[in-house]
């Protein structure tokens, strides 16, 4: 499942920079710190004019409205919605220090908000931290719910039955 994710998001990060566009402006807030985990999704993911706000289709909106509505994610109608999403979920996949898609992400007005549970506070504060440093977010409330995981214990041997013969 990992694998298939970030496959997507390397996917789709490919997707917008094989995206050509005219618009040389670029952000210095664009993608800092973002996609450090893995060379494929840094390689992909420098801010670019090829992968800037700019470049996003409305094509590319509609088909990341269906996957977020796949994951039980809200996209509100504008296109800066659609594409904040993008880079918020690119980002988490990449990021070591974020459980991947156990983190529910809604997009409404450039408002963001985080949903889901993770296993520690350092998870917790990883994932709004990207999603602040994003470009075009306004606000990110972060509603995620910290459970760490159940500790493994070890295997407890099964006791065989005894069935009684008459």
């Known amino acids: 499942m990992r694998t298939m994710l ?11 920079g094989l995206t050509a566009c005219t618009n040389t402006n ?6 800092r710190n973002a996609n450090t985990a ?3 999704a840094a390689a992909g993911a420098k801010a670019t004019p ?10 590319q909106a509609q088909e990341e409205r ?18 904040i999403h993008t880079k918020i979920v690119a980002k988490l996949i990449a990021n070591s220090k974020t459980p991947e898609r156990k983190i529910n992400v809604d997009v409404v007005k450039n408002v963001v908000t985080l949903r ?11 994932a709004e931290k990207v999603a602040k440093d994003t470009d075009g977010v306004k ?16 295997a407890k041997t099964a006791t065989p039955k005894t069935t009684k013969s008459y």
């Open 6 to 16: 970030l496959g997507l998001a390397t996917a789709m990060i490919v997707s917008l």
């Open 26 to 31: 670029t952000n210095s807030n664009t993608n």
């Open 38 to 40: 893995t060379p494929e």
């Open 50 to 59: 090829e992968n800037s706000r700019g470049s996003y289709t409305e094509k």
């Open 66 to 83: 269906e996957r977020a509505k796949a994951n039980k994610e809200t996209i509100g109608d504008t296109l800066d919605d659609a594409w």
């Open 116 to 126: 889901g549970t993770v296993d520690s506070a350092e998870e917790k504060t990883a």
């Open 139 to 154: 606000s990110v409330v972060n509603q995620l719910k910290v459970a760490p995981p159940p500790k493994s214990s070890p």
